[in-house]
T-cell receptor, first 113, second 115 residues
């Protein structure tokens, strides 16, 4: 069965710092990869997704993620975080032709002004 | 344009009871998925409904069942409630063609407490 691991439970950064949130999955076949974000008081929403093609994916609000197949990873990055990036970030994996969608446990990001 | 709506927002039940949660998808969406999110965890996929049929199902027992209506709204039913069913139940909608590969739009959730 597929699983998703997010390395950090809680990350605290100052504004303008660079961000990298780790995500690893366990599944040997073709996968579809997602990052969802939940801002305080709001619903889960899509940040970015990877299905195929260029392994570097750009999403909303300056976020990007890189799919590294050999490492089973899909890490989320942002060069300079803002206070408004404070949120919980979830990595999710859908194995192609698989009847399941797996989310990681989430990483809470706190950005200090 | 209304997003995904869910009702009720909160619910308290006792062990052994049955509960029904409701979801209305985003306008233009015909697929509804249900997730269970325990405290401190990510959402866990329960099942997905498309064209009034259960199309995909995660690793949940038969106590969890659902229904989709012709207007695409959906219900999640849980029978014989256990304490461990206490969680936030999320509904997500998407356009139907590609199942779980589609971007999902989440509702605010129903928080269920089982005593």
């Amino acid at each position: 069965a597929q699983s998703v691991s997010q390395h950090n439970h809680h990350v605290i950064l100052s504004e303008a710092a660079s961000l990298e949130l780790g995500c690893n999955y366990s599944y040997g076949g073709t996968v579809n990869l997602f990052w969802y974000v939940q801002y305080p008081g709001q619903h889960l929403q899509l940040l970015l997704k990877y299905f195929s093609g260029d392994p570097l994916v750009k999403g909303i609000k300056g976020f990007e993620a890189e799919f590294i197949k050999s490492k089973f990873s899909f890490n989320l990055r942002k060069p300079s975080v803002q206070w408004s990036d404070t949120a919980e970030y979830f990595c999710a994996v859908n194995a192609y032709n698989n009847n399941d969608m797996r989310f990681g446990a989430g990483t809470r990001l706190t950005v200090k002004p | 344009d209304a997003g995904v709506t869910q009702s009720p927002t909160h619910l308290i039940k006792t062990r052994g009871q049955q509960v029904t949660l409701r979801c209305s998808p985003k306008s233009g969406h015909d697929t509804v998925s249900w997730y269970q999110q325990a405290l401190g965890q990510g959402p866990q996929f329960i099942f997905q409904y498309y064209e009034e049929e259960e199309r995909q199902r995660g690793n949940f027992p038969d106590r969890f069942s659902g229904h989709q209506f012709p207007n695409y709204s959906s219900e999640l039913n849980v029978n014989a409630l256990l304490l461990g069913d206490s969680a936030l139940y999320l509904c997500a909608s998407s356009p139907g063609l590609a199942g779980l590969q589609e971007t999902q739009y989440f509702g605010p959730g129903t928080r269920l407490l089982v005593l």
